[in-house]
């Protein structure tokens, strides 16, 4: 199809999944019990954590039991530590118990933790004991007089001891929930300011993964390899959201690194990497990649452009196709993706094509569609845009127009056959003669 402006409308070809996080869960391990759900990537081969979907879906109603002894349906729980297997039963246990999930980086300061904790409202605290020399749940209980909210505190590192002393406890009936409850809270990077909380709903969640796995083709069976962070989208939503809605297998990385990485590929099988492109850079950099077998590989996606000569070396070097992505937070995840059958060009030097159900325009200060391959701010509309900025009215009111448009911040332009690459953002541009220009 050739555009003659720079709006596409949403292409509706299949319809939206009206489900929530726990509701995918258990259509998924009720379809495959007995698949892979999860691999712990830490560890060697032969003692690496596996759950099928339905030993996956059991830690998940365990883990939401042990929530609801504690905490009530709709209250605000911070989780805040590295990537885990428990990182991902909490995720889970919170979806089905009706909690709205705060994720929260684990290498933020005190006075950022502080800010993040008490303008979500959190009123629990799920936290590891260490990361990279930091003790996280130390520095939440430092915070106690300065979050009157927060009234738990549950070590990460003992969830398997939690589980057992909640549940003894009290068990409770898990609570009625639809698509559209709020499911997390992911805050901003605070580029304009402080970090502000996105508010995403089941929906946007569910749907982001399905359509992720969707646009790369994926087959039962697909092994999904992760080295992202689970606090952010990419990680959580994508990774996890993304190979459950597709009955694929998750191996988490703990963190990255590029030598493990390799020997996973080698020892798991994985299909399919995600990522950022400083992160394949260090794979093929590393002394042991000559001797690795990556031969299982047949995908990357990362989320930045990149020069299309390193588009080649990434595809001839490892035999893949590489896949370009954009989202946002505010966008509960991925927005555009790359085609598995698009040019060299357009997988390093654009987003690619929105996915089913985005309507996507770059808009003039009026808000009306540009010309081909002129510039403007890139706007969306569709399944996962946030509900808002938690508690931030008016800051939700210029991100979100009264039409439903998420204007994202950013300068972009589009060509005729729909591919829209980023030039900028609003911050660094002013307006002369009508026309968008860098500061």
Known sequence: ??????????????????????????????????????????????????????????????????????????????????????????????????????????????????????????????????????????????????????????????????????VIRKRQALPALNAQDSGMIQYTSGTMGAPKGAVLHHYGLVNAGRFIAERIERQAGYIWLNPLPLFHTGGCVMGTLGAMASSGTLIVMREFDPALMLRLIEEERPSYAIGVPTMIIALLEHRDFATRDTSSLRLFSWATTVRPDLVRRIESEFNVTYNMVMGQTESSSVIFMTRLDSTTQQKGQTLGVPLLHWETKIADEQGSPMAIGEAGELCVRGWGVMKGYYNLPEATAVAIDSDGWLHTGDIATMDADGFTAITGRIKDMIIRSGVLRSL
């Open 1 to 166: 199809m050739t555009y003659e402006r720079s709006h596409i409308a949403a292409v509706t070809t299949k319809e939206l999944l009206d489900v929530t996080v726990g509701q995918l869960l258990r259509r998924t391990a009720e379809q495959s019990p007995d698949v892979v759900a999860l691999i712990d990537g830490a560890g060697d081969f032969a003692t690496r954590g596996r759950w099928t979907y339905q030993e996956l879906l059991e830690q998940a109603e365990i883990a939401a039991a042990a929530l609801l002894s504690v905490f009530r349906p709709g209250e605000h729980v911070a989780i805040f530590g590295p990537n885990s297997p428990e990182w991902t039963f909490v995720q889970l246990g919170a979806a089905l118990a009706g909690l709205v999930l705060v994720t929260v980086n684990p290498v933020l300061r005190p006075v950022e933790v502080r800010h993040v904790l008490g303008q979500s409202d959190s009123v629990g605290v799920i936290a590891a004991d260490r990361h990279r020399g930091q003790d996280l749940v130390t520095m939440v209980e430092s915070l106690h007089d300065e979050l009157p909210s927060v009234r738990e505190v549950i070590r990460l590192d003992d969830w398997v001891g939690f589980c057992a002393r909640a």
